[in-house]
């Protein structure tokens, strides 16, 4: 029975809508019930807040809980360190440390797991994997760098948990990795789409065509919007000759949220009994309905460790009805996937950039007069570059100022690369007001 | 008396057998005198169950005072 069912869990993804509801509603009293007892950080923003747990009649009752932000987590981080106040249990019980870069300088975010969460956190994985068609016959290369970054390490599991037979390939090269796909006749290979082009890439200067030389069937993208990219996803289906699936999630929640199935209906399955997803303008508070650009704010129902409820995204989403898609799951899509950001936060390979972290950073180094952040794409990978202009007289500096950056900037972003070029006197923009120090010049997303 | 999941439906018989297991991983666990070869399989068994017990609304609840 099991191989032939398409639904990773058919009991909850077919629940009627008002099943799920009540779903919904039962976890969240507990979960808030809990998180009241054990968080302090959320006791002590719901007594501000005059809320208590008993208030949540139904789960509409969600929107009398104060919103959550990645500042707030940063500051009661920040004021307990190095874990703060939101999590609920000790930090002995955890057996998972993940970061994500923080917002304003060198401090990431710090996340903890217990063995149940990171089962968890594999098993929302499965939801997805499975219902894009992956099953235990299959063959799947991690194309993931397996650190700190919590990107693939849940998908790895969730495929283990399925029966595949799982390649992980962390230090491996490009070159590497295609004769991996051709030698072991890999079937599925997750990485992000940018990775995914850039690996058809190298096959092909290897005189490789994946699409008619390998055994690649699907291809399960992550950590950027590209998948869910109407060109993008052409792109690499061509390219590898496979089905592209999208599936995103945050580490924040460590694993995924929503994922497009088997049937691709040009958007992304919410994972509604484990996750509720409000859509709200993202200038105030105002629910919004369906087909409405909104910021996305989730609640996580899984994981007890670090609760996070009602945390605000700031991911761009047009939510549209599960009836959009015609494989029965009952999960309402994202159209598009996450298609973009409310703020100035940026994606470069899947790490989290903010410019005022990168700010912080280059600021503390008293030769820089003035810099600009540059996001170009070049070929199928996105590029940072950071133009420093120094102060006159501190030429002598640079030699040391690139060492300083080309290892302090990587260290507070993931590991992620960035490039650093001495621009010439004058020749960056000043600013006296609202200052636009990042410029992105990478190709505007069609999602039509 | 039948037993009933999160939203009032009666389990199954297999239900009724995983939820009866999930149980006992949770009452083993609890015990303070199990050697660690012991002890840690059962917390990873227990984890598996926890799943299970979430996906099929069996229950709902946090193991951590269990050390899961």
Known sequence: ?448 | MARLDLLGRPLTPAETQLLEIYTTLKSVAAQPDLPPCAERNVKQALASMWQVANDLDLEFEQLYDVGV
């Open chain 1, 1 to 448: 029975m099991s191989n032939r069912t398409e639904y990773w869990n058919p009991k909850n993804e077919t629940l009627s809508r008002e099943e799920l509801r009540s779903l919904q509603h039962r976890k969240l009293k507990r979960l808030c019930e809990w998180a009241y007892e054990r968080s302090p950080f959320h006791r002590r923003r719901w007594e501000k807040a005059a809320f208590h747990p008993d208030q949540l009649r139904t789960v509409a009752d969600i929107q009398r809980i104060p919103f959550m932000t990645r500042e707030d987590w940063m500051d009661a981080q920040a004021e307990e360190p190095p874990f703060g106040t939101l999590p609920a249990v000790p930090r002995d019980l955890a057996i998972r440390y993940h970061t994500t870069s923080g917002t304003t300088g060198r401090t990431p975010l710090r996340v903890l797991d217990s063995t149940k969460d990171w089962q968890w956190i594999a098993e929302m994985w499965c939801y997805g994997i499975w219902g894009f068609g992956v099953r235990p016959s299959d063959v799947v290369l991690f194309a993931f760098s397996y650190g700190t970054f919590i990107g693939f390490w849940g998908a790895h599991y969730a495929c283990e948990k399925i029966g595949c037979l799982v390649l992980p390939s962390g230090g491996g090269t490009s070159e590497g990795r295609v004769k991996s796909i051709l030698d072991m006749g890999v079937t599925t290979l997750c990485s992000t789409p940018t990775y995914a082009l850039r690996l058809a890439q190298t096959a092909a200067e290897m005189g490789v065509d994946l699409a008619r030389d390998s055994r690649l069937e699907k291809v399960v993208v992550s950590g950027e919007s590209g998948g869910s990219i109407p060109a993008v996803k052409r792109q690499l289906e061509s390219a590898l000759g496979a089905k592209v699936s999208d599936m995103a999630g945050m580490t924040e929640i460590g694993t995924i949220m929503i994922f497009e199935c088997a049937n691709q209906p040009g958007g992304t399955h919410i994972i509604e009994d484990n996750f509720i997803e409000e859509t709200i303008e993202h200038d105030g508070e105002r629910p919004l309905p369906y087909g409405e650009r909104a910021e996305r704010v989730v609640t996580s129902l899984g994981r007890g460790f670090i609760p996070l409820i009602r945390y605000r995204t700031k991911d761009l989403v047009v939510k549209i009805p599960h009836s959009s898609c015609a494989c029965g799951r009952t999960g309402d899509i994202y159209h598009g996937g996450i298609q973009g950001r409310w703020d100035d936060m940026k994606l470069v390979r899947g790490t989290n950039v903010y410019p005022r972290a990168v700010e912080s950073i280059v600021r503390e180094c008293r030769a820089v007069d003035e810099f600009q952040i540059l996001l170009t794409r070049e070929g199928v990978q996105d590029e940072i570059t950071v133009l420093i202009e120094l102060k006159p007289g501190r030429e002598d500096h640079w030699t040391e100022l690139e060492g300083r950056l080309c290892k302090d900037l990587p260290d507070a972003h993931e590991g992620l690369r960035f490039n650093v070029r001495l621009a010439e006197r004058n020749s960056l923009p000043r600013f006296e007001l609202k200052a636009k120090r990042l410029v992105d010049k990478r190709p505007v997303a069609d999602f039509t």
